[in-house]
C-alpha cells in the first residue's frame, strides 16, 4: 500500500462552495431516499450511486484521484439533480415540453465549460501546445461528438434494448418529444448540444483570461493543476506504507 494525501487544500475552498457542496449533497440524497422508499426506485438508487461515486473517487480511480475539485463536483451535483431527481424521477420530461432541451443545454454548457478548463491545463502544465482557438474549436467538436453519441445510445436502446428489457425499466423511450418527431427532436438536440458547447468552452475562455488579466488563478484550475502534480508524484515515487 502506498500513502496517500489529497493535493487539493480544502483551506482555500471559499465557504460559500462548501455550503453550496453540501446542500446540493443533502437535497439530492433527501430525495434519492424519498424517490427509493415511496417512488422511483431505480432512479433512487441511481442518485445514491452518483453520490457515492462523488465521495469516493479513489476507489473508482484506483487511487489515481483522491477528491473531485469542488466546482467540478458542483457541476456534476447539478446534472444528477436536474437530471436524476427532478426529470427521471418526477417525471418533468414528460411534463414540460421542453424540458429535454433545457438538460441537452445544461450538459453541453458544463461539459464545454469544464472541458475548456481541463485542457487549458495541459496547456498550463506544457504537455499541449496549440492556441485558444484550436482549444475552443477542439472542445466544441468534442461536445458536439458527444452529442451525437448520446442520440446513437438512445436510438440502439429504444430499438434494440427497450423491447426486451423496457417492461423492467422505469426508464420509457427516451427518443421523441411531446411537441415534434423523433427525427426533429434528434437534430434539435444536436443543435441546442452546440450551442451549450460552444457557451461553455466561450465562457471558460472568459474566465480564464479575466482571472489571468488580473494575476491570479482560475480556482477550478489550480485545483485541477496541483491534482495532476500530486498525481504524477504519487504514480512515480509513492511511499510504501509499513
Known sequence: MYKKSCPIHFSKVPSWKR?????LRLIILINALYQIILGEVFFGFLAILALV???TPWFFTKNRICVVPIDIEILFLIVVFFELIMADAYSLYSRVHYYDKFMHLLVSFIIGLVG?????TFYALGKLQASTGVMFALIVLITMGLGAGLEMAEYFYDQALYPLIGHYLPTGLTQGSMVASPLADTIEDLFVDTLGGILGAAIGIILIKKEEKEGRELEMLDDLETLASGNGEREGKGEKEE
Open 19 to 23: 455550503y453550496l457542496r453540501l446542500f
Open 53 to 55: 461515486i462523488l465521495l
Open 116 to 120: 475548456m478548463v481541463i485542457i487549458y
